[in-house]
Structures are given as C-alpha cells and as structure tokens.
C-alpha cells in the first residue's frame, strides 16, 4: 500500500506543478496579446512555444490586409527569420492608412497572424504546435513526465488568440487519442486543471473529457456518461440503437432512423477514421437543405461481432447555402 501511496503523491504533486506553471504562463501570454508592443518603423520581437522555450528559424511576414471582391487578401511586405534566441527584426515600409499586421510560420507550429495594429517592437510572440503525426510522435518519446504534461497542454490547453487553429478537426488525429487515454484521464480528473484559462469558460481538464468521450474507450463509459450530464456536453447523445456488421451498415441504419424525424434531404458520411485497433471509428454526418445545412459528429464501436453507434453530438451549422450548391459543404 505504501508505494501505492507514494505514487499517488508524486503524480499530485507532478500535477499541481505542472497546473501552476501553465496557469502562470497562461495569464503572462493573455497579457502580451492584450499590449503587443511599442508604435515603431521595425517590426521587432520574440517568438516562443508554448513552453516559453525560443522558436528558432521561425518565418515572419510584415502584411497588408486588403479587401478585394469580398475577399481578404494578405500582401508580403517585409520578410525576416528569427534567430536562436528567436528574436526577429524587419524594417518595413508602410503608410499610415494601410492595416498592417504580422504573419508567422515555423514547422510543427499553428500560423500565427495578427491583422492589424501597425508594427511594432517588443512583440511576444506565442506559437502553438499543430496537433498531428509528428506531435504524437513528440509526445510518445518524451521521457520527462514534467515536459510530457506539459506537451499534452498544446492539446488540451487554450491556443495562443492569434493561432490559426479555427480549421482544426479531430479526425485530423483521431487515431492518436487512444495513445495519450491514461494522460487525458489524469487532466480531466485533475483539481489543479479544472480551472478555466480562456474567454470561452473552458479548462484543460473539459478539453480533455472532450476527446475522451470522442475516444469512448469502453472502460470509460460510466465516465462518459457522467460527463455527458454537465453543461458543457448538453449536445452529447448516447441513447442511440443503431447497429450493423460493419460500420457502413450501422450508418445506415442511423440514417434511416435519423430520417424518421426529419424531412428527408440530401445527406452524406465522410469517411470514417479508425483507432489502430481498428475498433473505434470517427465519422461526421453532414445534412444538406437548399439553404441551410448542419453536421454531426459520431463515433462507433465494434462490440463482439457488432458495430454500435454509442455516440453523436451537435456539431455545427450553415446558414444561408446556395440553392446551387455546392453539395458537399464539410471538408
């Protein structure tokens, strides 16, 4: 019992000192979004990651933002590298008048863009890492629990407010989630991460129930739907009986129920991505009206010989659709 005990407390205490520094780190980087810099004709500053650690080799453009035919439009108007430190400096012409931001790129990172606000020195910079293949692979190799936790918060934490993260999806790295499940438990049940970090009135410890209920590991179902009763998961629904021998079968049987409910239209499932296991299984179910239309998340699970939908959620909508089209409004 007594190692038992030990490790319990080591992994608390792992925990509140991890929730503290990613807190403080938190407040300091809403802060420089807040107070970008002092007026200047050089566009100067520092570009971090999310561990305060300088991003090297990092891309920053001095923009102009222009409106052309309805669309933005981004001009380059002064290039420049950050250096080890990841400190940049770029003289850039402009006038007055033009609305002057900044653009940033760096590999394995969010773009970070600012669209207004002239140049100006003194910049803090925060990038977030793109949550994909090469980040997982990241997270699997650090041995420092420490540094590990803290990588697991690009996933879970706020995303720096000019980060570039509003495409992000979870099929993008669906398949992942299973890898990182007993880490995602430990932030979701979490005291220390509970507290909420952005405008949104959202924490860590709800972001990482989100993708736990979107992995729905068996094991985790009494969880899931305890979850699912708190405000923040009201869209959640688990009550659904659609089943079938494969994925396809149990989609369609979800439609048809669907469908009993609602006028029929135009409809369709992306393609489903799978955990490596090749047992759970991530689809969205798009609905199309003339000029509206919606999506739904699901997510399925082959249980013995059987596929079963165990879960859909709000996901969004689209309002004023072209009767013409396009048909296929999600990606």
Known sequence: MLPFIICTLSAAAGERDAASLYYARAVQHRVAEQTPGRDSSIAGGIVRNSLDEPVAGATVTVIRVRTVDGKTKFDDLARGVTDDSGRFAIAAKT???????????????????RWEGGTVEGESIILNRTIDDAYFADVEHEKDAFRRMSLLLDLTGRRAFNSNHFDERI????????????????????????????????????????????????????????????????????????????????????????????????????????GPDCTHAYV?????????????????????DRWMVKLTAEGGRWHDLSPDGPSRVYP
């Not at 006038?95 to 863009?113: C, N, Q, S, Y």
């Not at 068996?218 to 994925?247: C, H, M, T, Y």
């Not at 969205?284 to 919606?294: I, K, M, Q």
């Open 284 to 304: 969205v179910f798009v609905v199309r009206y003339a000029y509206w239309g919606y999506w739904q998340p699901i997510v399925l699970l082959q249980e013995k």
């Open 95 to 113: 006038r007055a008048k033009d609305e002057i931001g900044l653009e940033v790129h760096a590999p394995g990172f969010m773009t970070w863009r």
């Open 171 to 274: 099929e993008r790295y669906y398949s992942h989630l299973g890898s990182v499940r007993d880490a995602l438990l430990a932030i979701a049940r979490s005291k220390f991460f509970a507290v909420v970090d952005d405008e949104y009135g959202q924490s860590p410890a709800q972001r990482a129930k989100n993708l736990l209920i979107y992995w729905f590991d068996p094991e985790d179902e009494p969880l899931i739907r305890e979850w699912a009763k708190e405000d923040g998961f009201k869209g959640v629904r688990l009550d659904n009986q659609a089943s079938g021998a494969s994925p396809d079968e149990a989609l369609r049987a979800f439609a048809a129920a669907h469908f009993a409910r609602e006028p029929k239209t135009l409809n369709y499932f992306t393609n489903p991505v799978f």
